[in-house]
Each structure stands twice: as C-alpha cells, then as structure tokens.
C-alpha cells in the first residue's frame, strides 16, 4: 500500500474498553472501507475532538480490521502513558476520531518455507496481531508462532484472542505469572535452538530495549530480523524529520538517518543505531 492511499477518515467510536492492568482497546467504525487490505505494520495517526487532545495526532499500529482486512471495523490496543492516549482513554461509543492512514511499510507476507517467529512485547502486539490475523485471511499455510512476553500476566493484552489466529502461542512474564519466568529474548532464545537448522525470520514489536535485544539474538544467530519502530511522530508521513532512526550499513557506524514513518515503522534491525535511537 503507497502513501498515496492515505487518507483523512472520521470514524465513530463502537467501544473504548479496559484492557488489562493498563490497556486499552478501541474500536471504531469507519464510514466505507479501505481499497486494500490493511497490512501488520500499518498504523494511523489518531486524534479525538476534545479541545484538550495534543495539537499533534498521535501514532497507533493496526491492531484488527475485520471483516476482510479492509475494514469498516477497525481495533487499536494502546496504554495511557500521557496527553493523547488519556483522551483517547475517555472515548465513549458514538463519540468521533480523526484518522489519518494507512502509513508506513508494514511486515511482508510469509516468506515460503521460511517460520515467521513473531515476538511481542507487552503493547507491542497490535501489528503482529493484524500480520497473523492477515495470514489468516490470504489461507497461508507457511509456519509461525507467537512468542509474547510482559511484565505481569494482565499486561499480556488480547492474549485469548491471540491464541484463536491458528498459531502456536508462548508466553514469558518477568514475575512467572504466565508462561516462562523470564523476559522473551529468553524464550526467543530457547525456540530458536528448537527451530534449528530450519530457516527462520523474526518479527518483532515492543519496548526499544527488548527489541534492540532481540535484534542482537537474532544476529547473533544469523536469522534475519525485522522490528517495527515506534519512535516519536509528528506528521506520520515524510515531512518532519520528527522521526529521524540512526541507521547503520553494518559497521556499526552512522550511515545516515532513516524515516521511521515512511522508511518504517518496519525496518530491518541490523540497520538500526540502537543506542543513539534511544530517546
Ligand atoms: C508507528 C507507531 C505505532 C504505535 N503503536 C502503538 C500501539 O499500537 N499502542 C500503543 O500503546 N502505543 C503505540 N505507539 C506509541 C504511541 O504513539 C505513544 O504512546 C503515544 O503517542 C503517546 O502519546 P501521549 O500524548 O499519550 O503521550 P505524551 O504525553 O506524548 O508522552 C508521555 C510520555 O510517554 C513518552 N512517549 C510518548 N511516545 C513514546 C514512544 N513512541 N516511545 C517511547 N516513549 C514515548 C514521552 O516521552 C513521555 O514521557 C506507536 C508509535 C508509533 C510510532
Ligand atoms: S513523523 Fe514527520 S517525517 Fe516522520
């Protein structure tokens, strides 16, 4: 889907419900649907009418689009950490929100006789649950599973959810209330022992340290990694530099900076400068 697809949608609030120990699932109704189908990746910058919201709309990943990818219904999973995802908390149904969208390149198709090791982190789910959600819908039959990893067992957003796409599902929570004690890269870790030799590729979306760290494992193992960035935005589609990603060509070096809206939010994770992304 090109840029050139974007557009400017008002939609109407179905429902704005607690999810998890922090979360948040929203669920808004579109009034036609999109041309093509939406992509695990692909996100829209939001905005509620509340004189209070932000004077930028904020970024939010394609959690659900149903009934065929294209909406009219579509779902976001966000945590509340400020301004804009305060307001967007306090939605109630009928109320209305500004989408702009879809943008961004979003994680390509299975790759044939390649697993696909999806791993999430916390409220990092929503594009890796719309890329299985997407497998679902094209009948693909190339393997994968899911590997989500959180704090708390109640910050294991839309996990009964998850486990319905047709896909094994692990779990890893730091105080062992689900699945392994531990954090994922951990879990990655002992599933990629269990995959070799067979070919491998590893998407991933979460906090910038546990992808940076799943980046390394990845590498570490020769298995090729794509994350998707969620770096500070302010348009979402090529004209700020807002969202300026130090990317390297493999040397660990600056080669250049990278627009995490239109050259991501997935990129290949040997290309990103972790620690001078760190904001
Ligand atoms: C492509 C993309 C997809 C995203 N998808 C989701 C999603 O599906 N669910 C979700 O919950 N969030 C997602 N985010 C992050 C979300 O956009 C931010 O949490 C949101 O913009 C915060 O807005 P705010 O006004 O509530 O917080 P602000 O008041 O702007 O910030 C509150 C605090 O959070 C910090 N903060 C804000 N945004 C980020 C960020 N992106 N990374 C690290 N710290 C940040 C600020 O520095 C500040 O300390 C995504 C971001 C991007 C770029
Ligand atoms: S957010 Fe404006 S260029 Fe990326």
Redesign the pocket.
């Known amino acids: 889907m090109s840029s050139c697809d974007r557009q400017v949608a008002r939609a109407t609030v179905r429902a704005c419900t607690p999810a998890g120990r922090d979360g948040f699932l929203l669920r808004v109704a579109l009034p036609a649907p999109f041309a093509t189908p939406l992509e695990g990746g692909h ?1 829209f910058m939001l905005r509620t009418d509340g004189a209070d919201f ?1 004077f930028l709309n ?4 394609v ?1 659900s689009a149903t009934p065929d990818g294209r909406g009219p219904e579509l779902s ?11 307001c967007l908390s306090r939605l109630r149904p009928g109320d209305a929100v500004t989408l702009v969208g879809p943008l ?1 390149q979003p994680f390509p198709a299975a790759t044939p006789g390649t697993t696909t090791v999806l791993v999430a982190g916390g ?1 990092g789910l ?1 594009p890796l649950f719309r890329w299985l959600e997407r497998r679902r819908e094209l009948g693909s039959r190339e393997p994968a599973l899911l590997l989500y990893g959180a704090r708390f067992r109640d910050q294991l957003f839309e996990l009964a959810a998850a486990e319905q796409l047709g896909v094994p599902v692990r779990t890893a929570t730091e105080d062992g209330s689900h699945g392994l004690k531990g954090r994922v890269d951990a879990l990655l870790a002992a599933t990629l022992d269990e995959l070799a030799p067979r070919p491998v590729v590893v998407y991933t979306c979460g906090p910038d340290p546990m992808m940076a760290a799943v980046a390394r494992l990845a590498a570490a193992r020769g298995v090729r990694c794509l994350v998707s ?5 302010a348009c979402g589609f090529g004209v700020c530099n807002a969202c300026a990603v130090p990317v390297t060509d493999g040397d660990g070096a600056l080669a250049r900076y990278a627009r ?1 809206c239109i050259d991501g ?1 997935v990129m290949e994770g040997t290309k990103v400068l972790w620690q001078a992304a760190a ?1």
């Open positions: 996100f932000p904020r970024p939010f990943s959690h976001f999973i966000f945590k509340a950490v400020g301004r804009g995802t305060g961004g409220v929503p960035l969620e770096t500070l935005m995490a939010p904001h």
